[in-house]
């Protein structure tokens, strides 16, 4: 049985992104067409304090999320492409850029598709542990890109009854929480893994 096999590359779109659309031959010999977001591989860190136990979020407006949901903003995890850079220098870069967070030590995850039925992007996944001292910067992003970012530091006991009330919706941050749980369940003790009640009042800081 032949394999299948690409025939055809067409530019749909150049723009931030490029859409192409791809021409497939298939084993039966029939042929398709998918279009496809075609992206840079990108990365992301998950900062943890071992001593506060806390992590570092980002808020911030997704268009695609305003346009199915209505509401104009997302919780998330520091990501970004890698724009020729390798995975541990984007982290670090976005980590001070969007965070204002200085990263020393990196844990990979590994590394994973984002969406493999529409997009190229592949994305690299990292914890690192930071500091109070390592919080030299404001953050918020870079104005020539139209960013707009509210840098979150969270409790670990908040950000689990996050997680359970479903205030969390992005995979790769889940992804990121949940492998922080795994490798660092000291970070969790005492933490019950249901409940809001186990939250502080006051939520994120």
Request: with cysteine; glycine share 8%.
């Amino acid at each position: 049985m032949t394999a299948y096999r690409i025939t055809k590359v067409e530019t749909l779109f150049e723009g931030w992104r490029r859409l192409i659309r791809l021409t497939v031959k298939m084993p039966d010999g029939r042929t398709m067409a998918r279009e496809v977001l075609n992206s840079g591989d990108a990365a992301a860190v998950l900062p943890y304090d071992p001593q506060a136990r806390t992590v570092i979020l980002i808020r911030q407006f997704r268009a695609p999320v305003m346009h199915v949901e209505g509401h104009p903003d997302f919780l998330e995890a520091v990501a970004g492409l890698l724009d020729g850079d390798e995975p541990e220098a984007c982290a670090r870069r976005e980590s001070m850029e969007e965070a204002g967070l200085r990263i020393g030590t990196l844990e990979p995850v590994g590394l994973f598709w984002t969406a493999p039925g529409i997009t190229t992007e592949r994305l690299h996944l990292f914890l690192a542990p930071y500091a109070a001292s390592d919080r030299v910067a404001e953050g918020g992003g870079l104005a020539d890109e139209h960013e707009d970012i509210e840098v979150q530091e969270v409790r670990i006991d908040a950000l689990v009854s996050m997680m359970d009330q479903g205030a969390i919706a992005d995979m790769k941050t889940l992804a990121l929480i949940q492998t922080l749980r795994l490798r660092h369940p000291e970070l969790f003790e005492g933490v019950r893994g249901s409940g809001a009640s186990h939250a502080s009042a006051d939520g994120p800081r």
